[in-house]
């Protein structure tokens, strides 16, 4: 089946768009592609806005690490949720409804945290925030492949990595700056995020609707489902994903900790660095690697990540923070070629009708990457350090590098 659509077929659809919106304003396609980018990103952002602020929510609502993750993965499982019950639900309803409903959340999930005064109103607020975040994701993840002005499944690839890496960092770095600079710091983060939210929302107001076939909304369970045209494309993506997310999992809910052991302070801004240095990283690893085939950034990737990893498991080792700080370097260029790669190789054999379901599939793996190993890092700090709680997380995780990097040079174009 072909994915991607001949000239004529997009100039119909877009007069037809355009037809339907002449009674409203709306974005023009870079704008609104633009758009959908930043909604990945936001969404991103938000995840990681309340990280630097868990040390002082367990400091005064007396929770142990194992409650921390347990909120990290709260927020996980508010995405599986949403990707299973309502995953593809922008291919019926349109991507415009979902996009509106979902920063809605995300703004009401944002005002819970500014008012929450024990650890129960943070898995409420984490809860929301994911399910909001899950069909955020989804519906934009596929309106980039409706509005990229050449319709080019590389580009499109690259903005949605880049997007989320960028929403990584910028998300802890903003946050863990108001918080140690700001006023109000267990207030000001959300503040700066209810505001960018409201942009979005907005725009997702003006946003052209690039599903003309919509039917009513049903909310059923779904299984997640990729067509067999994308099912090899779709394996490769889900391995680089399971590589780099459950990495991402540790690093983002306990990483801010160990960057405060390590370096010996309380300073939220050089706690937090380690996480900004390794989605910093896989930004750069993303542009430098983004128009590779797509099997060469993966297995290089995912042999650069499992190296990194093996940095940040010796600076745990020998309290060691210049070593953290490389190995977050290394581990998220790795980290940003490996998810790119295996991405590459999934958004260009996508079929037009199944957009949304086949990336919900991939949200579902990658947020399990994400959850699972979060929530068993919490149970196994509670027995042994942090420091030892990453020697062993982060050996397993590197070995599933080493595996990832042969699995996706198998698939390399044979001679």
Known sequence: METLETSSEIAARRTRAGARATDRRTLSGRA????????IGLGLFASLTPSPLYHTYSILWHFSPLTLTLIYATYAFG??????????????????????????????????????????WLF???GLQGVATGAALSAASAALLDLHPHRDPTGVALTNATAAAGGIGLGMFVSSSLVQVGWEPRRLPYLVLLALIGIALTGAYLLPEPVLNRSAF????QRPRVPAVARRAFLLAALAVLSTWSIGGLFFSLGPQLGAQLFGTSNAIVSGIGVVALAAAAAVGQLLTG??????????????????IGLIVAAAATDSSATYLVGSIVGGFGFGAAYLGGLRALVGKIPTQHRAAVMSAFYVAAYGSLSVPAILAGVVVSFISLQATFEIFGSVVAA????????????????
């Open 32 to 39: 609104a592609y633009g758009l959908a980018a930043s909604v």
């Open 79 to 120: 995405v599986l949720a949403t990707l299973l019950l309502a995953g593809g639900v922008s291919d019926e309803v349109g991507r415009r409804p979902v996009l509106i409903t979902a920063l809605a959340g995300l703004m009401g999930a944002t005002v819970l945290f500014l008012v929450a005064d024990s650890a129960a």
């Open 218 to 221: 049903r909310l059923t369970v």
């Open 400 to 415: 599933i590098g080493v595996v990832v990097a042969f699995e996706a040079w198998l698939t390399r174009p044979q001679p």
């Open 124 to 126: 409420i607020a984490r």
């Open 291 to 308: 128009r590779s085939a797509p099997w060469k950034p993966t297995s290089a990737g995912s042999i650069v990540l499992a190296a990194g």
